[in-house]
Structure formats: structure tokens, C-alpha cells
């Protein structure tokens, strides 16, 4: 029988191929694990923008990483992790981590969220004592951690490995398109600190892998994003596994750039009632070192003007997004055509092809990677110096995070939006708030879409200069209607997890 390979061959089998890819072994030299860039020119200046923190009893912030009191061993992952200062989301969150609270937190992009639940919890878990064990066939972790995407949870991988580094904390990542043979094997060397997509998450705990019942910790990286329609179920579910601890009895922290309003109302769901809510500027606001420029453009001259901008940038680090996979490709090619170094990243490529097309994005082998928005949230390259929005989002929360791939840890960076009217109106007003929050120049035309885009009522675009919002406090924070329902539908597109 022509393609015959004996009973067991994959040919037979129903489904998708077996996955067989394991990434390549992570360096251990101390030069690649601490491996970071510098803070740039406006850290400092992250101490003038406004905090708000609600809820009942807050404790006082800390003004420099000593009075943390981390170990002496976190201290030194601190020291040559290259930081010296914490930014306001760690000189905040890191006392209310530790003190217990569930915390829902809100900073702009870049501005160090992640270190800001890490430190506190490793260094609760190094009072505590913990040691992950080899000699167990489930692994106990005390800390969960979930993110929406593969490269962004691998990302948070890296750093929690670079804070655990000389500790008996062990931490491990899972997530789809690798080997599952090679996750449980890793899973199975002792996991204290769990990172994971969801998908490949409810996979592990499903085969008994994991168990929940050491649980203390439940970190939602993206959190608006892991609780809009394409994951809350998924999030449902994990906190309704058997051997979750009640939310009394863990402690439950969210972190993002942006919260749409009946969002934070449904993770209160995930919270304990005297949660702290932390607003470091405004809520959703994009980050103001990224300098924003919107181009009018027609879909047929979007081509030739990308590429204009592209014989600027030379060999600097940019970031391209396109609304689909199809696109990504196509932009890709014809950019490779035109003798334009470029990789892409999206949805439909395989793991190992996506790790590649980072790694050369990061190394700098290829300065321009074309995206879609399954880059658009969390990760973190050095010297990505612009952004372009070749298609824009059709949800604001979207285009802050595109953006915030450049300008973080007060370094500045450049982002080009090419705004078509045919197409992109509906995001007129919402992108108009964004920029003059974040002290950007508004084009007139621009305004003018925005006007005749909603009608004049209630449109305020300057209007908005801090805006801490609770949503607990009744909100003064407005969003335009249905955009969260058409974020969750679109966003749902190019996100990953399901196998
Ligand atoms: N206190 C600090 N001093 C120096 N560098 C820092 C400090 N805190 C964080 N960083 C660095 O700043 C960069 C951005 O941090 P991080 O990725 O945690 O930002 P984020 O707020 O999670 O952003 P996003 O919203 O895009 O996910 C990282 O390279 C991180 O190592």
C-alpha cells in the first residue's frame, strides 16, 4: 500500500502531526543569564508621574530595593541584573506583594511590572524555605504564572530563572508547539515556580502532572488579556481545578498597561475583597518616551511608504504590525524583495521558525521583523528603536501595547501609525485621547476624523490628564462602546494555546 509505514506510523494517526521540537538548551554562563540593557535618559522621570493606589490599608511604598529586604542572594541577582532604582510599579508593588494583598496593578509599558511581582514572591519563597524536588512524579509549584503568549511566557521564564539564579528555587516553563515528552521531563526535574500558556497549563494539571494544593501565588501577566473572551474560561477553569486554593486562601496578582472598566470588574471575581489597586499614571495611557507620529495614508500607498520609512531607520531595530497572518507574510516578502533584511513572526508560523525569527530580530541578524499582534504585548528587546503600525489595531489597548515595544525603561524609540480614513475611523477618537495623554501632537486631521467619527458630545481629548480608575470607585474612565467585545474577537485571531 503506496505510503505504508507499519501500524503505528504517524500516517495513521487522526490529528495534527506530533510536535517534536525541544528549543535548544538555554546558555548558563552568568554573562547570558544577567545579559540586560541599560535604563535610559527618562528613568528617572518615571518618579513624577502619579500614583494612586486604592483600597483599605495600603502599606507605604519602598524608595530603593534595601528596603525590600531582599536575601542576600535575590540582592545580588538585583545588583547584576543592572538595577539600581525601582521604578514606581516596584516601589509599590513589591510592599503590597509582601505584606499579602491581592493586587491589581496598572503601569505603562516597559516600566518593570515584571520584577515588580517577581522579587516579592522569590523572596517569600526564600523565607519560606522552599526546594523544589526531583523525586516526585507531580510537581507541587508554589507559583503559578500566566501569559498569553509563547515568547512573551518564555520571556518571563528568563527573568525569574535570572532572579532564582543560586537559589533552590527552581522555576520551569510550558507552553504549546514543544515537545510534550520534553515539557514533563522538565516539569519532572522539580518546579517551584510555573510559567505557562494556558493551554499547555490545563494540558500538564489534566495528565497529573501538576497539582495545585502548594499553590500560594497566582500571577495573571496581561491580565485584561487572560480575562477577555478568548481566555477567561480557560482562566475559569484553572482557578475551579481540583486542589485550587480558594482565592482566600492564595494570593492573586494581575498586571497590564491597560484595564477596560468591565474588565477589572470581572477579575474582582479572581480577587479578594480588600484587593489594592494600583494605578501608576493613567490607566491605559501609552508611554509617554515613545514618540507617536499618525500618517494619513490610502491602502494602495501603504507599500511604498513603509518603505520610505524603512531606508530611514537603516539598520535600527523595527517592528512592523499587520492585522493578519497572510499579511504578515506578504509584507514580509515583499520587504525581503526589496533587499530589506526582515523576518516575521506570527500565529501560523512553527515554534522553532517564531524562536528563530526572535532570535534574529534580537541578535539584530534581521532589524525588521513584521508582526502581527501576537507580538503586540509584554515582550522586551533591546534597541527596538521604532514601531510602525502598517494596519492599526481596531482596539486602542492594542495599539499601547504595540507601541510600548519601544521606548521602555525610559529609553525613547518612534512609533509611525498609518491611519486610513476608509478603514481606521472608528479608532479616531480613541487614538486622539492617546496622544494628547501622552503630550503627543494631534494632527488637525486627525481631530477632525474624530469629530465627525462620534458626533462633538462629551469629547474631551485634553481633558484626560490623570485619571486613576478603580473601577471600584464608580469610574470616570470612558471607553468607547463595544471596543472591548471587538478587541476580544480580533485579539482572539492570532493568539495562541490550544493544543
Ligand atoms: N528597577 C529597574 N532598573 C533597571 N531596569 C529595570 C528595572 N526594572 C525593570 N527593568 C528592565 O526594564 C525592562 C522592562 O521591564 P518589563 O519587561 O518588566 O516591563 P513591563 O512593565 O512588564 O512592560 P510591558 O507592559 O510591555 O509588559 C526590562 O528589560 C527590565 O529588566
Not at 164 to 190: N, Q
Not at 434 to 448: F, H, I
Request: glycine share 10%; proline share 5%.
Amino acid at each position: 500500500i503506496p505510503g505504508y509505514r507499519g501500524r503505528d506510523e504517524e500516517v495513521f494517526s487522526k490529528g495534527p502531526p506530533r510536535v517534536t521540537y525541544v528549543p535548544e538548551a538555554l546558555c548558563e554562563k552568568e554573562s547570558s543569564i544577567f545579559a540586560h540593557y541599560e535604563s535610559g535618559i527618562n528613568f528617572d522621570k518615571y518618579d513624577d508621574i502619579l500614583v494612586d493606589v486604592s483600597g483599605s490599608n495600603p502599606p507605604t511604598a519602598i524608595m530603593g530595593f534595601e528596603e525590600a529586604a531582599l536575601c542576600e542572594s535575590l540582592n545580588r541577582n538585583v545588583i547584576k541584573s543592572g538595577y539600581k532604582k525601582p521604578t514606581p510599579v516596584q516601589k509599590h508593588g513589591i510592599p503590597i506583594i509582601a505584606a499579602g494583598r491581592d493586587l491589581m496593578a496598572c503601569a505603562q509599558t516597559g516600566s518593570g511590572k515584571t520584577a515588580a511581582f517577581l522579587l516579592p514572591i522569590l523572596q517569600q519563597l526564600m523565607v519560606d524555605g522552599v526546594a523544589a524536588s526531583q523525586f516526585s512524579e507531580i510537581q507541587e509549584p508554589e507559583v503559578i504564572i500566566v501569559a498569553p503568549t509563547r515568547e512573551l511566557i518564555n520571556q518571563i521564564y528568563m527573568e525569574a530563572r535570572k532572579f532564582a539564579h543560586g537559589t533552590c528555587v527552581r522555576p520551569v516553563v510550558v507552553y504549546g508547539g514543544i515537545s510534550t515528552g520534553h515539557t514533563i521531563r522538565e516539569i519532572l526535574k522539580g518546579c517551584n515556580v510555573l510559567c505557562g500558556t494556558p493551554g499547555r497549563l490545563m494540558d500538564m494539571i489534566g495528565r497529573g502532572k501538576i497539582g495545585l494544593s502548594k499553590l500560594r501565588y497566582l500571577v495573571l501577566d496581561e491580565a485584561d488579556r487572560m480575562l477577555d473572551m478568548g481566555f477567561e474560561p480557560a482562566m475559569r477553569k484553572l482557578v475551579a481545578s481540583p486542589g485550587m486554593p480558594a482565592k482566600e486562601d492564595r494570593q492573586t496578582l494581575m498586571f497590564s498597561a491597560t484595564y477596560p472598566e468591565d474588565i477589572q470588574k470581572l477579575a474582582a471575581d479572581f480577587l479578594k475583597k480588600d484587593y489594592l489597586f494600583l494605578a501608576v499614571g493613567v490607566v491605559g495611557g501609552a508611554c509617554s518616551d515613545v514618540e507617536q507620529v499618525v500618517v494619513q495614508v490610502t491602502k494602495f500607498s501603504k507599500r511604498d511608504q513603509l518603505l520610505e520609512i524603512l531606508k530611514t531607520t537603516g539598520s535600527e531595530r523595527t517592528m512592523v504590525f499587520v492585522e493578519t497572518k497572510r499579511q504578515a507574510d506578504f509584507i514580509a516578502t515583499f520587504l525581503c524583495q526589496e533587499n530589506v533584511n526582515t523576518t516575521s513572526i506570527h500565529g501560523d508560523r512553527e515554534q522553532r521558525e517564531r524562536e528563530q525569527a526572535l532570535g534574529d530580530f534580537r541578535s539584530g541578524k534581521c532589524p525588521v521583523l513584521v508582526a502581527t499582534s501576537v507580538a503586540a504585548r509584554g515582550l522586551d528587546i533591546k534597541d527596538v528603536q521604532h514601531i510602525v503600525n502598517f494596519d492599526l489595531p481596531n482596539n486602542i489597548d492594542e495599539y499601547v501595547h504595540r507601541i510600548g515595544r519601544t521606548g521602555r525603561c525610559g529609553n525613547t524609540g518612534r512609533a509611525v501609525c498609518f491611519f486610513d480614513p476608509e478603514v481606521d475611523s472608528n479608532l479616531a477618537r480613541s487614538l486622539v485621547k492617546v496622544l494628547s495623554g501622552a503630550q503627543q501632537e494631534v494632527p488637525k486631521w486627525l481631530e477632525e476624523a474624530a469629530f465627525s467619527a462620534y458626533g462633538t458630545t462629551g469629547f474631551n481629548p485634553g481633558g484626560r490628564t490623570f485619571a486613576s480608575t478603580d473601577s471600584r470607585k464608580g469610574g470616570s474612565f470612558q471607553r468607547d462602546g463595544a471596543s472591548h467585545l471587538a478587541a476580544a474577537l480580533s485579539s482572539g485571531a492570532d493568539d495562541d494555546e490550544w493544543e
